[in-house]
């Protein structure tokens, strides 16, 4: 689960009109650029979403998030050697992310270019063997080439590793509570924040983003009760350890 996982069509509307409204006094903040650009493509403004994320990755190339969701919005804008383009790009500075690998190797198999496909497949797994989606379409691969034994060997995997869960080839999802902070607007952050806690107490990452806002809104005791709840749920969360220990100051 993200935090952006659970937004309705009127909360991506809200969130557009805070985004743009940021924009218009700070144009480069590549942040909310990359978040408006989530909207629209949740949306299915694929076009907006390729200028905000083509934006984004201008302003700040370090982010690999940002070069994938721009792949995904050329993917469905039926630029797929662009999209491949941008995938690859991120796996020139980092050869281990497995979600590159993973679409460039989707590209490949719904272009029909299956050994590109099976090599793309096989290197996301190697970096992550429990990573279902690779696995299952690796699988489709070996079914087609008449390997049934080696396919039926991948589906098995995975229902082993994927029990319950979703066979996602897109993940692109907005941090509604990040723009509001970052708009000023800190108690629709919190409201949106506590929101989701209610449905999800135990994510740890909600309650570090609760106390950085309770935080920015000068609620240290408050802030510090969420940043301690974080550590609990996660004791290896080390970003929630050290804003406990700044805010304590």
């Known amino acids: 689960m993200t935090v952006a996982d659970y937004i309705d069509q009127n909360l991506l509307d809200q969130v557009e009109k805070v985004a743009k409204e940021h924009l218009v006094a700070s144009p480069f903040d590549h942040q909310i650029l990359f978040q408006l650009g989530n909207v629209y493509y949740l949306k299915g403004e694929f076009q907006l ?36 383009d941008s995938y690859q790009s991120v796996l020139v ?18 272009n029909r270019k299956f050994d590109h496909a099976f090599s793309s497949f096989n290197q996301a797994l190697l970096v992550n063997p429990k990573y279902i989606a690779p696995r299952y379409y690796l699988g489709r691969l070996l ?19 994927g029990l319950g869960k979703k066979i996602l080839e897109e993940r692109v999802t907005v941090n509604c509570g990040s723009v509001f902070s970052d708009a000023g607007l800190l108690e629709d952050a919190e409201k949106y924040y506590r929101k989701l806690l209610r449905e999800h107490p135990d ?42 220990w700044e805010t304590a100051r």
Do not use: W
């Open 203 to 244: 994510y740890a990452d909600l309650h570090y983003q609760l106390g950085i806002v309770l935080k920015k809104m000068g609620k240290t005791d408050e802030a510090m009760e969420e940043f301690h709840f974080a550590i609990k749920l996660n004791p290896q969360y080390m970003e929630a350890r050290r804003k406990y």
């Open 49 to 84: 979403a390729f200028d905000c994320f083509l934006k984004a990755v201008n302003l700040s190339p370090v982010h690999a998030s940002y070069s994938i969701n721009l792949g995904h919005s050329l993917r469905k804008l039926g630029e797929t050697d662009q999209a491949i």
């Open 93 to 110: 500075t980092n050869p281990r992310f497995a979600d590159a690998h993973f679409y460039v190797g989707l590209l490949h198999f719904e």
């Open 143 to 161: 079914e087609d080439n008449g390997e049934f034994r080696q396919a039926m060997n991948e589906y098995r995997r995975v229902i082993e590793y």
